[in-house]
């Protein structure tokens, strides 16, 4: 079967370091994605993840452990703009992209 | 030049209505989906289409059908819309190696 599990909720400081934690099962394995989605908009890119590992992208990163089916997306010098959800998704065999239930990360002055 | 577009944006329709939700990408990519959102923001796969085959279909009700005229456009079709269908639907494309790209999203309620 296919899994995807990470945090409700989580609450930081304007200025602070998160990580957001994203476990996750699936029937084969094509890479860990991460998605940013605003209230009322369309997800967007942000990370990607095929082998193990961090990935640097400015104030984000993502780091991926395969044998332990575990990943995190690591935010940086947080700014209230990043309150917002962020959605995990695995990819498996049919190009198909699982996503968890999502995190909605509060950013407080 | 948007490069996944779905319209209409906003769609409010009785239960037992037959309506269609359009998406077309512009990125030239092989593999399309259409995505629900339910109120709990649960991103949750509904179809997907890989050079006109469908390659998934998760457990919907078959009065969702997907149609897939050329590889660069999947539309969503729902007969009979019931109270339970009101969702946020999103389309996505993407190539084999690349991450989705999501369309703006279409807020269907059923009245």
């Known amino acids: 079967g296919q899994n995807i599990d990470q945090p409700t909720e989580m609450t930081a400081t304007e200025g602070a370091i998160v990580q957001i934690n994203c476990t996750y099962q699936t029937s084969g394995f094509n890479g860990l994605f991460w998605y940013q989605q605003h209230a009322g908009e369309a997800p967007t890119f942000l990370s990607y993840?095929?082998?193990?590992g961090l990935e640097e992208k400015g104030r984000f990163s993502s780091f991926l452990s395969r044998s332990k089916g575990y990943s995190y997306l690591l935010l940086k010098e947080l700014q209230m703009k990043d309150s917002a959800s962020y959605l995990c998704a695995a990819r498996g065999y049919g190009q198909n992209f699982v996503f968890g239930p999502g995190t909605r990360l509060s950013v407080l002055p | 030049d948007t490069a996944v577009s779905q319209t209409p944006k906003y769609l409010v329709t009785q239960m037992g209505n037959d309506k269609s939700i359009k998406c077309e990408q512009n990125l030239g990519h092989d593999t399309m989906y259409w995505y629900k959102q339910d109120s709990k923001k649960f991103l949750k796969i509904m179809f997907s289409y890989n050079n006109k085959e469908l390659i998934i279909n998760e457990t919907v009700p078959n009065r969702f059908s997907p149609k897939s005229p050329d590889k660069a456009h999947l539309n969503l079709h729902i007969n009979s819309l019931e109270l339970g269908d009101s969702a946020v639907y999103f389309c996505?494309?993407?190539?084999?190696?690349?991450?989705?790209?999501f369309g703006q999203g279409t807020r269907l309620t059923v009245v």
């Open positions: 996505a494309s993407s190539q084999v190696t690349t991450e989705a790209f």
């Open positions: 993840n095929v082998l193990d």
